[in-house]
């Protein structure tokens, strides 16, 4: 059964329209890219999204994530041979040197250490083969579905690669997590220096940090044959998008102008308030109702135009089963703008047959 309802949201809630602005920047200086807003994950512009590219460095944001939700970040690494001399990028671990996690992640995120990502894959899951699944088992929960990794640092493998939509995708996963954000919005830090008298200096490679209104990381990336690469985010106005641009030689300059581009055309509405109730449905077989809401509030990015045109349509069964419980997903909200679907909501019941 399916229920239209057309709500002018700004008169819903209170919400004022915004006028665009359309700044230009110049096309086909990059081979895959896409913008996505964290929260609803709806992706606002998209240029070859799904082909399989080669990611570099950029990979050390599901590296980093992994090691974040596996590990105590207090906990002590002592620094073996593996994890001494790795080709590239490097923070220049020494054997037997000891560091914490947490200082590890800063020398993988700002430095781009691959000595770093190395011995946080071996502290995580004792092998790099062990570590590479649990990175696609991530990937694969953040809902990445077109991407291999082999390893944590990215260094060219044909069997290692991803797509701009996939990294995304782990970019938004992993900026829910706080101490992900913190990492990769750090500057500068110093870290540990195994025993010598001065510390580690760390300074983000990540230059919209200091050129970007809004920007909170995230990693860059390069080999040869992935080329330039960047994943960043940036938050203005309680709205947060992810761009990424990969093999693009101005990769800084075409995610700033990302960002500039979609906060002047895209504004963050809430447009669904989870103690709203969706409906009441019948329970067959009774003369009782069941209640349904969401989960969460809802907010979603969207032009004026959009918001002006919002409708939402309940997609949900006549009825419910007989015995039915509390909080059984029953049924989806589905948003429509400008007659285009845009993004669905799971409902759930509030009580069960028996409350």
Known sequence: ??????????ALLGLSAFTAVRPAF??????????????????????????????????????????IENADLNEIVEITKPCVGVEGSSIYLEEGEKLSVRELLYGLMLRSGN???????????????????????TAAKAGAEHSNFVNPHGLPNDDHYVTARDLALITAY??????????????????SNGDKPYKRLLINKNKLLFNCEGATGVKTGYTKKAGRCLVS???????????????????????????????????????????FVADFVPVEGTEKECALRTENDVYLPLTEEEHKSLEIIYDIPEFLPNGVKKGREAGKLDFYARNKLIFSEKIYTINGIND
């Open 115 to 137: 000595d770093a990502a190395t011995a946080l894959a071996l502290h995580v899951s004792g092998s790099i083969e062990k570590f590479a699944e649990l990175m696609n088992e």
């Open 26 to 67: 110049a096309a086909g200086v990059v081979d895959a890219e896409i913008v996505l807003e964290v929260g609803s994950k709806r992706v606002l512009f998209e240029k070859d999204a799904d082909a399989k590219m080669y990611p570099a460095s950029t990979t050390k944001v599901l590296t980093a994530i992994c090691a």
């Open 1 to 10: 059964m399916k229920k239209l309802l057309i709500l002018f949201m700004s």
């Open 233 to 275: 985010s940036c938050e203005r106005n309680g709205m947060e998008l992810v761009s990424v641009v990969l093999n693009c030689g101005p990769m800084f300059e075409r995610a700033k102008a990302h960002f500039d581009k979609y906060f002047s055309l895209y504004k963050l509405y809430k447009v669904w308030e989870s103690d």
């Open 174 to 191: 992993s900026l829910q997590n706080e101490d992900f954000k913190q990492i990769v919005s750090t500057k500068k830090i110093e870290i």
